[in-house]
Every structure is written in structure tokens, then in C-alpha cells.
């Protein structure tokens, strides 16, 4: 046992304190309240650990009826091939909840225990990004021959054909998931679907300076395209 080194004085509601010494009549085990305290952080800080995933009593019975459910289903399934990978799914479920083996779940699971979530800054960055793009690649679609050798004349080989490349696979990946999702997933920003979004090369530092530009003239764009000149004062960040 850990020894206990540190001094903590807490102060308890009288209502707090009742839940804590049903709790601890319920353990079936004699220990003091302080133990009682201390064994209920552990459980708390655990809890919100990824080491420590684990489901209450209600948890695990809701989860349990649902596998039960799940595999009604399955059995009713054309598919065997595929029916027996999901039952494998199911019932190590299960045995993970018979067990108490939820670590497994973090092995076998491993693209369902994460803890990854998109950064809100990183989201409005893509959306900023895809949204300039956008409008860039629909005005040069529509330009005159005369002014897209211009705009090459002035950018140099990033005026020739400009399109949007994507962001760095190796070091800009959160990114480009994001362009993923977006595109892929939820249909926004149709215009680039199909697009493998990977830039080979980092794009995002380049992209947010032409974002944080284009943000200056979208409020005069109803009704109209970028022009010529605007195209070219954004590419020169590219």
C-alpha cells in the first residue's frame, strides 16, 4: 500500500457525506470514511484516465443487453462470412464484461478507445482554407485566356492552373482529416470531392495567410467573382 504522506482537509455537506457512508456500507468490506474518500477519488481520477475505462453496474447491464440484441440480429443475417466477424466483435464484448477486461477493448478497439478529438482552431482553419478555395478555383474557371497567362505572368508557376493541394499527409494530418470528413462525410464542399488532400508538403501556415486575406474581401462578393487582381494578391501566399 501506498504510504500516506500528504495532509488534506476537506470539508463535506451533510448530504455528501450520507452518499459517502451508503457507498461505503454497500462495499461489503470494513474501512474507514477517510478510506472511503480516498477510494472514490481513485475511482473518479480512473475513470477519466485511458488507462482506467470501466462501467458501472449500469453501464454494463445496458451494454450487455444491447450485445444480447446485436447478436439476435446477426443471427438473422444472409451474410455469414460477415455475421461471424461481427459476433467475434460481439462476444469479446461480453467477455470484456464477465471479465473485467476492459483493457482488451483498448487493444482490439483501438480505433473506438481513443481519446483523439478534432481541435476546434484546426476545423475553422480547414473551413476558412476550403471556403478561399473555393470561391479562387470557381473565378479562375470563368476567366479569359488573356487573364490567366497574366495571373501566371505575376504569381509565377502557382498562377498556371491554381487548385487546392491539400495539406502535408506526414506533419499537417489532423488537417487533413478534417478535409476529409468535411468533403466526405458530411457532402460540405462538394467541389473538391475526390481529392486525396495530400499536399506532400506543408500548406497550412500559407493557406491561413491567404484565408485571413480572402476573409477582408468575401463581404464584397455578392453578386460577383474574385477578380483577376484579387486572385493574384492571394496566390502570392501560396
Keep these: 500500500m501506498t504510504p500516506k504522506t500528504e495532509r488534506f482537509e476537506l470539508r463535506l455537506d451533510a448530504d455528501t457525506i450520507e452518499r459517502v457512508d451508503q457507498w461505503r456500507g454497500s462495499q ?14 481513485d475511482r473518479g481520477l480512473d475513470a477519466h484516465t485511458p488507462e482506467g475505462f470501466r462501467l458501472n ?9 444491447l450485445t444480447e440484441i446485436l447478436k439476435n440480429q446477426i443471427n438473422a443475417g444472409k ?23 476492459f483493457w482488451a477493448l483498448d487493444w482490439e478497439l483501438s480505433g473506438v478507445m481513443h481519446n483523439e478529438v478534432d481541435d476546434p482552431k484546426a476545423l475553422r482553419t480547414v ?11 470557381r473565378a479562375y474557371a470563368g476567366f479569359s485566356n488573356d487573364d490567366k497567362k497574366r495571373i501566371e505572368e505575376e504569381v509565377g508557376f502557382r498562377g498556371k492552373n491554381p487548385r487546392f493541394k491539400g495539406f502535408d499527409g506526414n506533419n499537417e494530418t ?12 458530411l457532402g460540405r464542399f462538394e467541389n473538391f470531392k475526390g481529392r486525396d488532400f495530400n499536399s506532400h508538403t506543408p500548406t497550412v501556415a500559407r493557406y491561413s495567410q ?6 477582408t474581401m468575401r463581404s464584397s462578393l455578392l453578386g460577383r467573382e ?11 501566399f501560396d
Design 127 to 137: 473551413v476558412d482554407v476550403l471556403d478561399t478555395w473555393t470561391f479562387i478555383e
Design 28 to 41: 461489503g468490506d470494513t474501512f474507514s470514511r477517510s478510506e472511503a474518500v480516498r477510494r472514490l477519488i
Design 57 to 65: 453496474k449500469s453501464e454494463r447491464l445496458m451494454t450487455w443487453l
Design 210 to 215: 491567404m484565408a485571413a486575406i480572402f476573409s
Design 79 to 101: 451474410d455469414k462470412q460477415d455475421s461471424k466477424y461481427e459476433m467475434k466483435k460481439v462476444e469479446l464484448i461480453q467477455e470484456v464484461i464477465y471479465g473485467g477486461h
Design 174 to 185: 489532423d488537417y487533413m482529416g478534417i478535409a476529409h470528413f468535411l468533403v466526405d462525410q
Design 226 to 236: 474574385l477578380s483577376p487582381n484579387e486572385i493574384i494578391q492571394l496566390l502570392k
